[in-house]
């Protein structure tokens, strides 16, 4: 089976967050499953700088105003095909903001362009290879499957995947006209959204399955507090909704061969851990401390709760911990770590920016995780943290409440605990489950314990990807494309 996906990032090549990771690892699950995937991503630079084999396939003299050419090429292991046009993509920026952190203005014409090609490629732009199904990623690629639809639709079963509901592509009305759609596709079944254009939302309206990254993010995005104005339309697709949880790829965020890392362990060799939480500390100049060493390796947003740590961090320093934090987002929360790293200068280590390397030495030495988001559709930092025997302190929302066992006493007994819970979620509460860490990280045994098992949890792509070969199978077979396009 073919699968065209289609995606703004892929790691390792392009990152800003976990649609990469996710889009990096998953074809090489699907492979365990004789799926063969093609991902189509931007020509930024730095997929320009990693193609290897690049060939041509075909040249445009104007898409969307501008001249471009679509390449197929390979790069650390995944295939690709890659749109090479210069003026969208070959900008200093990041991938949707300029170096001041703008938006770039024309981003609605960029991904147009993207998603305008991967249909081209799904109705059989090459001659040698035809995807039988085109899956693709957040709002960025959500116009391809428009594209798709109004283009005279050819049986190519057409899956969405939402990595993060609060992104959606809103642009205004009167870039529809140059979308090249015809104009039944301004309607409220399609890409009209609030009297502008919804990318994501029209890419969910077109869809005949679409994915989330959790079972429960499924469940909650349903209900106005996290449908983020879009649980109507999600409603109404209600039986074409999936929460499959997300896996992380195993090779890249494994202790016992990261390169990253100066001293290798494993759940069997945890003493062989410790000296990575001795040299986290000297990298970030903090005194060695008695209590446990807290990280967060994340956006510093409203959505990964980072203004709740920001506000409770004082209780790490007065039970005797010490916090590393790695992050780069609003400027008003980055100044508060800052503000606490020179309160604290020897027990709270801040680094604003993004770092993939400091990543996994903050996983591989600190022992424990915060992650406490307002909501979370999945969330990859707990699984490497798992996976780094460093134990997750998350909100119970989306996918945190799925792949962190908490430590209560039911679960310490049956020794199934990965990590500590928190809801609901607020300061206070947050403050508790510092409490509640310090408690525990005290009763060794018991900490060991927690570790041990988190390191024991298979976080792998061994039970999702099956899932997404099972829907693929299934969007494939004549009955019950039928029922759903009833
Ligand atoms: N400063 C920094 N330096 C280095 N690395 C950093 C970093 N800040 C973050 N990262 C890395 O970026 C990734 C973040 O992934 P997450 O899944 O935790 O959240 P994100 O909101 O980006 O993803 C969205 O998509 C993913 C994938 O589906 C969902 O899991 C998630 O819930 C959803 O919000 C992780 O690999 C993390 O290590």
């Known amino acids: 089976m073919n699968i065209l996906s289609v995606t703004a990032e892929i790691f390792p090549l ?5 649609l990469a990771d996710v889009a990096g690892s998953l074809p090489k699950a699907l492979k365990a499953h004789g799926i063969h995937t093609r991902s189509l991503v931007p020509g930024y630079p730095g997929v320009m700088q990693g193609l290897r084999d690049a060939s041509p396939i075909t040249e445009y003299d104007c898409l969307f105003g501008e001249r471009a050419a679509l390449l197929a090429g390979r790069a650390d292991g995944l295939e690709l095909f890659v749109l090479d046009a210069p003026a969208f993509f070959d900008r200093p920026g990041a991938p949707y903001t300029d170096k001041y952190g703008h938006e770039y203005a024309d981003n609605w014409k960029r991904f147009a362009a993207l998603s305008c090609v ?32 109004y283009s005279g639709d050819n049986g190519v079963p057409r899956v969405l995947t939402v990595h993060n509901l609060a992104f959606q592509g809103q642009f205004p009305a009167h870039c529809f006209p140059e979308l090249g759609l015809p104009n039944e596709a301004y309607s409220i079944d399609a890409l009209e959204y609030y009297g502008d254009v919804g990318y994501l939302k029209g890419g969910l309206q077109a869809a005949d399955a679409i994915t989330v990254v959790s079972p429960t993010y499924a469940r909650e995005i349903m209900s106005p507090a996290f449908g983020m104005g879009l649980e109507g339309v999600m409603n109404a697709r209600h039986a074409d909704v999936i929460g499959i949880v997300n896996g992380i790829d195993t090779e890249v965020w494994d202790p016992s061969s990261d390169c990253n890392i100066e001293n290798h362990y494993s759940a069997r060799t945890p003493l062989r851990r410790l000296p990575n939480r001795q040299a986290l500390l000297n990298l970030f100049g903090l005194q060695n401390v008695c209590g446990p060493v807290f990280a967060s390796v994340n956006r510093l947003t409203w959505q990964k709760g980072m203004d709740l740590l920001a506000e409770v961090a004082d209780e790490i320093v007065k039970g005797g911990g010490a916090l590393v934090v ?11 770590f800052l503000e606490l790293s020179r309160r604290f200068p020897q027990r709270i280590g801040v680094k604003i920016g993004y770092d993939e390397r400091l990543a996994h030495k903050i996983h591989a030495g600190a022992d424990a995780m915060l992650v406490p988001s307002r909501f979370e559709p999945c969330g990859l930092t707990q699984l490497y943290a798992l996976r780094y025997g460093c134990v997750p302190v998350v909100a119970r929302t989306g996918g945190l409440s799925e792949t962190i066992i908490d430590a209560n006493d039911a679960a310490l007994h049956a020794h199934v605990a990965t990590g500590i819970q928190f809801s609901p979620i607020d300061a206070h509460e947050l403050r508790h489950a ?12 018991e900490w060991e314990g927690l570790r041990r098992q988190g390191m024991k ?16 199978g299934e969007l494939l077979s004549p009955d019950i494309r039928l029922a759903g396009s009833a």
């Open 434 to 445: 510092l409490r509640r860490t310090f408690k525990l990280y005290r009763r060794r045994r």
């Open 326 to 336: 790695i992050g780069q987002g609003d400027p008003e929360i980055e100044r508060a």
């Open 457 to 472: 949890t298979d976080c792998s792509w061994h039970r999702s990807a099956a899932r997404y070969a099972e829907l693929y």
């Open 14 to 18: 392009v990152k800003t967050g976990g």
């Open 118 to 149: 991967a249909s081209q490629i799904a109705r059989g732009l090459l001659p040698n290879w035809q995807p039988d199904v085109i899956h693709a990623h957040d709002w960025h690629s959500a116009l391809s499957l428009v594209y798709l639809k």
